[in-house]
C-alpha cells in the first residue's frame, strides 16, 4: 500500500521561504517520478516541480528558479523549497508519485495549504 503525507504548508510572509515534505511509504518509490502540484483557490491543479526517477527536474515558469524539488531516496521522501514566495503562490500543494510505465497508477498526498500574505 502506497501512501504519500505532506507536511510543512502553514501562513508565510511575501517574499519569505517555506519546505514543503512528503513522505512516502511502499516499496514504488525508487522507480518512480515525483511531482508536486498547486491547486490555488478556484484554480484546477497544475504542476510546478517534477523529478524524474533519474533525478531531472523541470518546473513550471512560474516557479523557475524560485522553487527547489529534491529527494532522499533512503528515506523516502520528496521535498519542495518555495523562496521569494508571491501571493499567487498561495494554495493547497500535492505530492504525486507515478511512472505509467511501471504502475497503472498515480499515488497522491492529502494536500497541505500554504498561505502567503502580502
Known amino acids: 500500500q502506497v501512501q504519500l503525507v505532506e507536511s510543512g504548508g502553514g501562513l508565510v510572509q511575501a517574499g519569505g521561504p517555506l519546505r514543503l515534505s512528503c513522505a512516502a511509504s511502499g516499496s514504488i518509490f525508487s522507480v518512480s517520478h515525483m511531482a508536486w502540484y498547486h491547486q490555488a483557490p478556484g484554480k484546477q491543479r497544475a504542476s510546478v516541480a517534477q523529478m524524474t526517477y533519474c533525478g531531472n527536474t523541470t518546473y513550471a515558469a512560474s516557479v523557475e528558479r524560485r522553487f527547489t524539488i529534491s529527494r532522499d531516496k533512503g528515506k523516502k521522501m520528496v521535498f519542495l523549497q518555495m523562496n521569494s514566495l508571491k501571493s499567487e503562490d498561495t494554495g493547497v500543494y500535492y505530492c504525486?508519485?507515478?511512472?505509467?510505465?511501471?504502475?497503472?497508477?498515480?499515488?497522491w498526498g492529502q494536500g497541505t495549504q500554504v498561505t502567503v500574505s502580502s
Open positions: 504525486k508519485l507515478f511512472n505509467d510505465r511501471v504502475y497503472s497508477t498515480a499515488y
